[in-house]
C-alpha cells in the first residue's frame, strides 16, 4: 500500500497543492489553514526525500530529488513568511514562483532523457514556466485574473507531467 502511494501520491497532490494556492489568492481559505499546509507539505516532501533517496540516486530521479530538497527549502520559506509577517509577500511570492519554475526545469530534463514521454513533459515544462511568468508580470500592479492564470497553468503543466510519469513504470535512468 504505502510503496503504491508514494508512486500515485503526487499525481494527487500536486494539483491539489496549487488548487489550494488558487483559493488563498481568492481568500477562500485562511492564513491558517495555509500555514498548516505548507507544515503538512514540508513533512510529506521531507518523509518522500528520505524514504526514497537511494532510489533517486542516479539519472532523472537524481533530478527530481534535487526538486525535491529545493522545493522543501521553497516551502520552509512559505513558513517563515506565513509566520513572519514582514516577510509575507516576498517570501510567498518567491515560494510560489519556485514551485512553477524548478519543477518546469525538471520536467524539460525529464523530456529530454525519456523519450516515451516527450511531448507531455515539455508541454508541462512549458506551462509551468510559462505560468511562472504569466504570475509575475501580474504582480506589478497585482491583478488577480493573471495570478490566477498563471496558477492555473503551472497547475495544468505540473499535472501533465507528474501523471505521465505516474503512467510510466520505470523511469529512462540516463
Known amino acids: 500500500m504505502f510503496p503504491r502511494?508514494?508512486?500515485?501520491?503526487?499525481?494527487v497532490l500536486v494539483p491539489l497543492a496549487w488548487l489550494l494556492v488558487g483559493l488563498a489568492h481568492l481568500d477562500v481559505v485562511t492564513d491558517r489553514t495555509v500555514l498548516v499546509f505548507h507544515v503538512v507539505a514540508a513533512t510529506l516532501?521531507?518523509?518522500?526525500?528520505?524514504?526514497?533517496?537511494?532510489?533517486?540516486?542516479?539519472?532523472?530521479?537524481?533530478?527530481?530529488?534535487?526538486?525535491?530538497?529545493?522545493g522543501l527549502l521553497l516551502t520552509v520559506g512559505g513558513i517563515v513568511g506565513l509566520l513572519y509577517s514582514p516577510l509575507r509577500d516576498p517570501f510567498l511570492t518567491t515560494t510560489i514562483l519556485g514551485w512553477m519554475v524548478v519543477p518546469g526545469v525538471g520536467l524539460y530534463y525529464t523530456g529530454e532523457r525519456v523519450p516515451a514521454g516527450r511531448r507531455a513533459y515539455a508541454a508541462g515544462a512549458a506551462l509551468s514556466v510559462l505560468g511562472a511568468a504569466v504570475y509575475a508580470g501580474a504582480l506589478f500592479p497585482a491583478a488577480e485574473a493573471?495570478?490566477?492564470a498563471g496558477i492555473g497553468l503551472a497547475m495544468v503543466g505540473q499535472t501533465v507531467g507528474i501523471v505521465r510519469a505516474v503512467r510510466q513504470p520505470e523511469p529512462d535512468s540516463g
Open 146 to 148: 493573471a495570478l490566477l
Open 45 to 70: 516532501i521531507t518523509a518522500f526525500a528520505v524514504l526514497s533517496w537511494d532510489e533517486m540516486a542516479a539519472g532523472v530521479l537524481r533530478l527530481w530529488r534535487d526538486v525535491l530538497l529545493v
Open 5 to 11: 502511494l508514494r508512486a500515485q501520491g503526487p499525481a
